[in-house]
């Protein structure tokens, strides 16, 4: 039962990431709009960048800023006594970024679906802006925010590079199910390694063929409402 504690803590991690990475996400995406744009183009792709950045180069940047010497980290330390490296909940930072892409993404893609006269006809009944938002177009969009917001789920429990460099690997603290794998591997314990990857494996399959269902049943949605 080795593997109970790893799991439990990589499902809080990718749980709370997943919350913060959603909240962050959608906001980002509604504030983009539909439209392109040079200047919004290059938002976007700033804003995706922790997708195709190496972990370790995420990880890197993270404690720079997180740091007790950096700009956030400081700050936390000095007014609040709150360090965020080496603690669990340091890793939960690290996941969220790592994850906030693909709801950006997801997100922005749903709301460009949304039939904008559904919008201006509820602005037309007297709406205000954020009451259009959610009970308009949040509603017509959560198929596909909800998909993305499962596949952030499975990046997050799988961070493993930045997760490391911020959070450590403290066993019952801040080791999640990556991080045991690797040093059940280090350490030529294959029989815990192989558990631990099954696990990590089966959580993640669960998740990706759900965001997969989600997907297909919002695409059959929009092809029977056209």
């Not at 596909?144 to 961070?159: K, P, T, V």
């Not at 460099?165 to 603290?173: E, K, T």
Request: hydrophobic residues 55%; charged residues 10%; glycine residues 8%.
């Amino acid at each position: 039962m080795e593997f109970l504690s790893p799991l439990w803590l990589t499902l809080k991690v990718a749980a709370l990431a997943t919350a913060l990475a959603l909240i962050a996400g959608v906001a980002a995406a509604r504030c983009l709009g539909r439209r392109g744009g040079l200047v919004r183009d290059a938002a976007e792709s700033l804003l995706t960048l922790p997708l195709v950045l190496p972990p370790t180069v995420l990880g890197y940047y993270l404690l720079v800023v997180l740091g007790r010497q950096g700009t956030i980290g400081g700050w936390l330390y000095s007014t609040f006594g709150i360090s965020l490296i080496f603690t669990w909940q340091g890793a939960v930072v690290a996941a969220a970024i790592a994850a906030f892409p693909l709801i950006l993404r997801a997100a922005r893609a749903a709301f460009r679906n949304v039939d904008p006269q559904l919008e201006n006809a509820a602005r037309t009944l007297g709406l205000s802006p954020p009451a259009v938002f959610f009970r308009v177009s949040l509603p017509l969009a959560w198929r596909g925010i909800c998909a993305g917001m499962l596949l952030a789920f499975a990046r997050a429990m799988g961070e493993f590079g930045a997760t490391l460099m911020v959070a450590g690997s403290l066993p019952g603290r801040t080791q999640t199910l990556s991080i045991a794998i690797y040093n059940a591997v280090m350490a030529g314990d294959d029989a815990t390694a192989r558990m631990l990857v099954l696990v990590s494996l089966v959580v993640a399959v669960v998740a990706l063929v759900s965001a997969a269902q989600i997907l297909q049943r919002s695409s059959r949605g929009h092809s029977d409402a056209a």
